[in-house]
């Protein structure tokens, strides 16, 4: 692994429009180090975006793509801080290649109103968001694997991704797993 030793990867989970991006850059900058998103990795690897693949090529194509994206980044990156796509953590072998690489996982918790807001504001960039029915129900889905995830951050419309990313050093500490903020 390129990260220290003792440094441990925190992964950032929760359904499309909890703001798992926009957390882990801010946490990311509160720990000093790099951040990474998995939406991101799989476009650069795969040249079509998450959307495009679903698509085009299926969402079983985009999820082999996704766990592929997921294991280099996990064993060559250089990223602590990794912002997952909203259907990741909710495959077993991703969840495993997380506990396998030690990772500190995090949930954001928002409520399915809050994300449906956001998502709307994007909708052509979520191909499984595209009905208010339909998105409800995966949330519904999803709820058991994000709460698998060791801790979990209740987000709210009002707080801002710094807040957010400020609770989640907190409650990491409280937790017993202090992130390490040395450079
Ligand atoms: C997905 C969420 C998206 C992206 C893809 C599938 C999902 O990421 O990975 O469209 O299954 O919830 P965001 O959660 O970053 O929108």
Redesign the pocket.
């Known amino acids: 692994m390129i990260n220290r030793p003792g440094q441990q990867r925190i992964v950032i989970t ?5 703001g ?2 926009t957390v882990a850059v801010a946490l990311a900058q509160r720990l000093g180090c790099s951040s990474a ?3 991101e990795l ?1 476009t650069a690897r795969e040249g079509r975006t ?2 495009e693949l ?1 698509d085009e090529a299926g ?1 079983a194509a ?1 999820r082999e793509a ?1 766990t592929r994206a997921l294991v280099e980044v996990l064993s060559e990156g250089e990223a602590r801080v990794i ?6 953590f ?1 495959r077993q072998r991703n969840r495993a290649a997380l506990a396998a690489a030690g990772c500190l996982t995090v949930w954001l918790d928002a409520p399915f109103e809050l994300c449906w807001r956001r ?1 709307q504001k994007e909708n052509s ?5 595209r009905d208010l029915e339909s998105a409800r129900r ?1 949330y519904q889905q ?1 709820l058991a694997s994000y709460r698998l995830a060791a801790l979990s951050i209740r987000v709210g419309a009002t707080q801002s991704a710094s807040d957010i990313a400020a609770a989640i050093i907190a409650a990491a500490l409280a937790a017993g797993a202090p992130p390490d903020t040395a450079p």
């Open positions: 929760g359904f499309m429009g909890a798992k991006t998103d998995l939406d799989v998450p959307q679903i969402e985009f996704e912002a997952l796509g909203g259907g990741a909710a998502i960039a979520r191909p499984l968001g995966l999803r």
